[in-house]
T-cell receptor, first 112, second 114 residues
Framework: QKEVEQDPGPLSVPEGAIVSLNCTYS??????FMWYRQYSRKGPELLMY????GNKEDGRFTAQVDKSSKYISLFIRDSQPSDSATYLC????????????FGTGTKLQVIP | ETGVTQSPTHLIKTRGQQVTLRCSSQ?????VSWYQQALGQGPQFIFQ???????GRGNFPPRFSGLQFPNYSSELNVNALELDDSALYLC?????????????FGPGTRLTVL
């Protein structure tokens, strides 16, 4: 069993929809949680960085962490075609991007 | 586009050869991490360098080694290449000891081992 599980998709939604992306994990030592967006043939781009449980909002993006359930989510409001990309969850035991463990990524397509 | 650059963009090697990949960090960043991303997978952490010292290593054999230079640029060296080493190699820079918590990735080097 992988430490971080993420549904690979693909996930297709109409423009303007609310998108929900999720990951589960097995290692209770994870304390730092990240979401990245990766366009085709590009490096990942950090979207959200959170510590421990709770919510964090940045523009159209909201990250949620539920450590009791070992479950993290990324919500995208008012989705746009430019949001079409692969979304990677990631987590680590310590800060500073040390030994980060990534999920496999969920491919999202937003249809105009 | 980030300020992290990587070279070369693409590389083809044969099994058993050695390869060196290079990374130039974002201005002001003193930490660099290297990742291997196989097709259809998430990146896997290889190691991190801070102040020219290895600062954590993932589950990769010793034939994967690195260097960080005083200007914070970095190299990833892979010896005795195997077919399974074919992947996208990504470097990412960050600044240790700040609250900004921003990490920037380069575009990657696509390595093909034949």
């Amino acid at each position: 069993q992988k430490e971080v599980e993420q549904d690979p998709g693909p996930l297709s939604v109409p423009e303007g929809a609310i998108v929900s992306l999720n990951c589960t994990y097995s290692n209770s030592a994870f304390q730092y949680f990240m979401w990245y967006r990766q366009y085709s043939r590009k490096g990942p781009e950090l979207l959200m960085y959170t510590y421990s449980s709770g919510n964090k909002e940045d523009g159209r993006f909201t990250a949620q962490v539920d450590k009791s359930s070992k479950y993290i989510s990324l919500f995208i409001r008012d989705s746009q075609p430019s949001d079409s990309a692969t979304y990677l969850c990631a987590m680590s035991r310590s800060g500073g991007y040390q030994k980060v463990t990534f999920g496999t990524g969920t491919k999202l397509q937003v249809i105009p | 586009e980030t300020g992290v650059t990587q070279s070369p963009t693409h590389l083809i090697k044969t099994r058993g050869q050695q390869v060196t990949l290079r990374c130039s960090s974002q201005s002001g960043h003193n930490t660099v991490s290297w990742y291997q991303q196989a097709l259809g997978q998430g990146p896997q952490f290889i190691f991190q360098y801070y102040r020219e010292e290895e600062n954590g290593r993932g589950n990769f054999p010793p034939r994967f080694s690195g260097l960080q230079f005083p200007n914070y640029s970095s190299e990833l060296n892979v010896n005795a290449l195997e077919l399974d080493d074919s992947a996208l190699y990504l470097c990412a820079s960050s600044k240790a000891g700040t609250s900004t918590d921003t990490q920037y990735f380069g575009p990657g080097t696509r390595l093909t081992v034949l």
